[in-house]
């Protein structure tokens, strides 16, 4: 029996051998199916018989090939899957890692076997590289080594999580794109569980309290919190004190997994509670809460410490050093009625605390008898008011005390305690003297305005006095005489009317001079029985204004013009006739560009004739393109003229404003938000910008693309100046051909605008929506290099290349299709395009099939496609069909096949060899039984078996073996050849007699040299450090003639050797045949070297055996040495703590493997100010790598008052060994070690030159003195604000602050504290200066306070009331409102209390005051408060509008003392006032009606309405009366109305009234006239207007026509009531009119048969009968018809 394919089945029985005897008897045939560890299913082969005779059988019918053989069709099942095998090499159950690197390993191996030439590539990777990572990623396995393990190495991660074990996958899987073989493409992948063991602990460290005291000053401790692990969620803790002795900042802190590790700082401030309670103890807790369950609700140990108090017990009474002066009138040094002192506690009690207040009531009274303080206004200042009595007599100055009582408060800390009293002196103010009031401010002028003022006695005399009043210049002023006549007025005033004021009267005398304001004085003198009165003068000054003045009115003085073209007027004008003409100049330089004059002169003249006629002066605005805003500017006025009053005259400038019209905005084409389209072949959009204003400066406009991928801009930005603001600038926007089919996408461009000018930087940036339109077109490209493809049957192949056209969005799969003829396979059988790799040429071979026969040359079609795809485009592209041929290689042939080459037998064969075999086969299938002979040329020395083999047509591709046998001779003859000749015989044509190659053999001689080794080099032989071996075995091929000595040598002894047995190795001729086992191990060497290869040879040599001592080594084994061990270097400890005061810490480094050459280590402090090194620097030696080195990290004194500060260290390597090389192409340097440096300084702020400190309020006399810091600040500047904390801001302090840094923290600075003025006589003040609280922005300042410093600020000020009219304003009020005078009143000096000063017309029938903008009134107050007093008040002088014809009048507004109750040095301070205020009038006669066109009545009723009233109130009734000229059309009512002073202004409705005629005399026209009867001279003057009215007809022409019945119904015996026609007219005609009557039919008759209407009768109706008419025949009812004819008149209508 014979197997066609002995690769998937072989026979295992014998031969059968039928004889004579047994031929009846079947035999078995056992055929084994053979498992070739291959996935290629169920293969089907045949198993044939070959019948031979045996030597000496002669039947002739059992020979082949005439006996007929039949073959059996068998199936090898396959048993082979495409599985990976992963296996767990931990001993325990659970393969674990760990988080501080522990590994695991596994293996992985494939349950069957590739093909030949292909390979499996599996990818192995972890499912959570958080928790561990694989190594290597990637396995590779062929045919050759499938089925040999290898192993991942599987690394835990550390994750700074508290997680627990955590369990991940190590997942192998097959890397499809370069795996070759087929049948593991769709294997499913593996996985195996692993456990990663935590090390990490939730908790929260709280850091130790340096101090554990805070005080209630503001001391501070601080701390912090730091997470020990890393959370999986926020960790929100809450911060709380047990009580509110401290605040805790902050009150919650959120510590994140991002900053876990960072220590967040917490400051624990002590709170003042005012309450002296003493020191008081305090704990501050945590809370934490957590999504992380770890660190939700974990306990945080509380901090504790003590708030030291800083509050004592106390009544603090300001004033009590000096006594409080009362004065019975306010006078210098004494400065107010009513004194005033302050009581508050010092600190809060815990009750409250009364106290009883008495004073000596004759001299002094209290605002309060009791004060009491709650412990919630403990610290409120209660004020106490000490008013004086007045007793009006002269009884000097008198002492006296408040008393406080002893304090009551259950309290028992206040309860008792005494306060200090006040002291009190009441100032006498009864001194004898005459009071006039006002005694200053006085005016008349010389249109005989009147002055008074009240006189009264100062004091209450001891019997009458009489004052005398005359003026010391009569000629200017004169005292009202008493009716007795005279210039001499006397008053008396008696001990019971002391205090009764009594008024003087002052007049102004004309002296027609123009001498302007003259002063003089109302001396009065005193007679009387009271010797202190009778030495008593006063005198009185008063001033006589002149009336005639000169000025100049300019109005108004603020003009507004704009740059669109929008001008501005003001006028000028004289006040008062001039001597010689005025020539005023208008400059207008100052305008530059922002104004002009336009055409108009710059100079305007006025004459004696037209000095109050306005020149009006038009100013027009300049226009410049540039958005500059609005520009201001002055245009100044100048006079000449040779009048001396006039020329030079001052004027007001006119202020100016020039209103920019140019708006800053941009010019887009297109407009901003308008959708772009640009298409990616090449296409391109303009965006043409520009700007609608000149900037003044560069104006800069940005441009950006969403996504720059799918589109461009040709420029980023453009700019703008002034110069080029409105040329438009282009931006290209330009598509990006990407290649990709991803359709048309969407692009925005956004802007944005930069310039240092507002206006530009507010504006919105324009945006546009772009259209990217896609050019690209889903393809696929197929390159056939000679349009059509050749394969062979011997498995000739071709290329075919594949390639997208264009990028698609989705993965693109292209198969290949091949040809149902079988005449070709593939590979790949399907292609993967993807985004990324769609430009990639993919290669498809297509490789001929050989199908054994000889059919010829065979076309074929391999279709490449059609596509699919998510991506639509892409999908279903389709196919390319590519032509080939496939070239037969079939040929009639024998195929002969030695197992050896060359073809050799040996004359013994050695054991464990097999013979050589000769393969034998057909390289084509014949037509008919080929038979192939073997004969031998020397028999001697081999032979053939057997000598023949036969092929049929089916099993010609079934090879046969013929055995060679090698002839022993017993010659050491060497090797000799011999042929095996060969002969072949069939019917097929084409095998008969073809030649055959015959075989050259060489038959070995059986006694040859030779060293065998197992497995034979070069194969690989791998070894590890950790211990793992490797063997191999050495035998000799024959027995040697002496002994042989064998020398396995490496070529790195560093790295590994033999070691067993014992080197040399001597074989002795009697175990020649002996195997020696050779044990080859690695050398661990402690150096991080990685794996290391090196060759083992072994050396032959033999002094005994020539042959063998020439033998040459065999090829040597390649060794692997795998290394065991990893570069590292360890730190200990990786955190601690240094100290300013030499405080260190001892650093051990080790190295983790012996390094192959000497490491530097170098130790780097992060901030060397805080720690140092030593020794910096250290070497360590290969020899000593496993001895650790030490150094010191010893704490750094900087001076700096920093607190505790994080630094690190920092370990670096360098060395020749890369491994310990920290640096490019080296390893990472080691984590550094976190060290915190603990401070020695302590924050304090210093103070020098601080004694005797005194500055004056002039800014003259500055004090200086210096601070400087206690130590060095760090984490940036310190800032200590230096403030006045004075009650009244006395000084100024330069700069406000000082800053200190680490460079200049002890270089004194100085304070220089400059007087400040405070505007207020209140004499010299102490100041006092604080420094601090310091900012210090988490720094050791933060909060720090210096010392306080007081000085002295000596007082410059004096009181004062000023009263000024508006700069160049003429003394001039209007009645119509258009000029009123602006008086600004303001103070001298702040007062210490309000300050009120009022002021009153003389004549409010002419003028009012009005006060800040309030209404106006006779008389008004302006008040000036303390805070507010430099702002001058405006006392508003208005006009009153009479309603009088009177001509201009002249009046003045007086000022009455000033008077303030707490402020004695403006309390009755004399305060002028303004005279010679002329108001001019504006009201004449006159009378309105409105309207006096356009009035229409009508006859229906219609009215028309008017209403009138008078300009100006009458001196006495005026009566207007008013007359219809047309009564018949329209009336008036009423009549006549009367106007008087009292109701001139009101408006009175005249109603008309339409009057009906009856007449058709359409629209009529008519008047209404007014007559006006009055005694007042300019009403009467007055001619009135006559009014239009028109009257609208009511009236129609018409008849109208009315039936007693219809149809109209008479019988003709009249029995029935007669039928009636009733004919009316609509309205009176103007003549007769006749309306005829007729009938159509003798049936009936009409009477009248006409009617007529007259002018005076036209409204009485006709009434026409209609009767029947008797025919005498029966003729039945006969219809007729009234017919009612044209009316006839002589009026037309």
Known sequence: PMSSNPLEGRIVSLPMIFTAANWRTA??????????????????????????????ADDAGYAEPALPVESALLKNVDNDLPEIVITSMSSSRQPTTTEKGGQTMMQVSLASSPARHNRVVLSAASDD???????????????????EPLALLVTGKDDDVVDGPVTYHVKVS?????????????????????????????????????????????????????????????????????NAEVNVNPMSMMLRPATWSVPQEVTITGRDDDVADGDMGWVVSFAATSTDAAYNAIVVPAVSGMNRDDDVVGVKVTPTATPVLLAEAAGPGVPQHTASFTVVLSSEPTADVVIDLSSDSTEGTLSTTQLVFAPTSWSTLQRVDVTVVNDDEADGDVNFAVALAPVKSSDVAYDAFDPDDVACRTVDDDVPGIKATPATGLFTNEDGLMATFDVELTSKPSSDVVVTFQSDTPTEGYVMPPPGGGTVLALTFTPADWKVSQVVEVFGEDDSVADGPIPYSIVGTVVSGDVQYSSVTTSVPLTNNDNDQVGVTVSPTTVLTKEDGTNGTFFISLNSEPEADVTVTVDISAAGEEGNLGTAGATVVFTAQDFATPRFIVVYGGDDVVVDGDKSYVIGLSAESSDANYNGIAMPDVDVTNEDDDVAGLDLMPAAGSPLTVEEAGGTAAILIALTAAPMNEVKVEFMVSDGEQAELSAASVEFDGTNWNVPQMVVLSAVNDKTVDGDLAVSITSSIMSTEQAFQTLSPPG??????????????????????????????????????????????????????????????????????????QTVRIRGEDDAIKDGDVMYVVSIGPTTSDQAEFDSLPAVEIQGTNIDDDIAGVSITPSATPPATWEALPAGMAATTLEVVLTSQPTAPVTVGFASDTATEGVADPDEVVFGMTDWNVAKAVTLRGEDDDVADGEQTYTVVTAVASADGGYDMIDAEDVVVVNHDDDALGLTLSPMPPAALEVKEDGQEATFQVQLSSRPQGDVTLTVTSSDAGQGGATDPAMPIIIEPAAWDMSVAVTVTAVDDAVADGDSVFDLRVEIESQGDPGYDALSSPAPYVVTALDNDVAGVSVAPLMGETNEDGGDVVLTVALESKPKAPVTLTFMPSDPSEGSVSPVTTIIDPADWSLPVEATVTGKDDALADGKVVYTVSVNMESADLSYHTGTGGSAMPDPVALTNNDNDAAAIVLTDTATLVTDEAGTLAATYHITLGAEPTGGSVRIPVLCNSAEAEVEIAGGEVVFTAANWDTPQAIRVTGKDDDVQDGDKTWVVSHGPA?????????????????????????????????????????????????????????????????????????????????????GEVVFLPDQWRLAKTVVVTGVDDRVQDGDQVYAVLAGPAASDT??????????????????????????????????????????????????????????????????????????????????????????????????????????????DTVDVPYAALTLPTLAVENTDDDTAGVSIEVSAAPLRVDEADTTPAATITIALSARPSADVTVPMSVNSPEAAVQPEAVTFTRDLWDQPAVVVVTGAPDNTVDGDQPFKVTVGAAQSADAD
Request: net charge negative.
């Open 1463 to 1572: 402020d004695v040095h403006y309390q009755g301070l004399v305060v002028d006032g303004v005279d010679g205020i002329t108001n001019k009038d504006d009201d004449e006669a006159g009378i309105v009606v409105d309207p006096v066109v356009g009035l229409v009545t009508s006859e229906d009723g219609g009215s028309a309405t008017f209403t009138v009233k008078l300009l100006s109130s009458p001196g006495s009734a005026v009566a207007v009366s008013f007359v219809s000229d047309a009564p018949d059309e329209g009336g008036v009512q009423p009549m006549q109305i009367v106007f008087s002073a009292m109701n001139f202004d009101e408006l009175q409705t005249v109603q008309i009234l339409g009057a009906d005629d009856d007449d058709v005399d359409g629209t009529q026209p008519y008047t209404v006239s007014l007559t006006i």
């Open 129 to 147: 590289p958080t928790e561990g990572t694989v190594s290597p990623a990637s396995l590779t396995y062929t045919s050759e080594d499938w089925s």
């Open 174 to 242: 097959v890397d499809t794109a370069a795996t070759t073989e087929l049948s593991f493409l769709a294997a499913d992948g593996v996985s195996e569980s692993v456990v990663n063991d935590d090390d990490d602990v939730a908790s929260i460290t709280v850091e130790a309290l340096r101090s554990s005291e805070t005080t209630e000053s503001g001391g501070m401790v601080r701390t912090s919190l730091v997470l020990t692990s890393k959370p999986t969620g926020d960790v929100v803790v809450q911060l709380k004190a047990n």
């Open 1335 to 1419: 900012v210090h922005p988490g720094g050791a300042y933060d909060g720090v306070s210096g010392d306080d410093v007081e000085g002295t600020n000596t007082d410059n000020d004096a009181a004062g009331v000023r009263v000024t009219p508006a700069a160049g304003a003429a003394l001039e009020t209007t009645e119509d409102g258009t000029a009123s005078l602006d008086v600004e009143v303001s103070l001298t000096s702040r007062p210490t209390g309000a300050v009120t000063v009022s002021f009153v017309s003389t004549n409010p029938y002419e003028g009012m005051v009005a006060m800040q903008g309030g209404a106006a009134k006779v008389a």
């Open 27 to 56: 035999q078995k045939v056992t055929v084994r199916g053979v498992d070739d560890d291959v996935v290629d299913g169920d293969v089907a082969y045949q198993v044939t018989l070959s019948v031979t005779l045996v030597a000496g």
């Open 768 to 841: 546009f929506d772009v259209t990217v339109v896609d050019d690209d077109v889903a393809g696929f490209a197929v390159d056939t290099p000679m349009g059509s493809v050749t394969t062979t049957e011997a498995g000739g192949d071709a290329e075919v290349t594949v390639v997208l056209k264009t990028a698609p969005l989705e993965n693109v799969i292209v198969p290949v299709i091949l040809p149902a003829n079988g005449e070709v396979a593939a590979a790949p059988l399907s292609l993967l395009f993807t985004a990324d790799t769609w430009e990639t040429v």
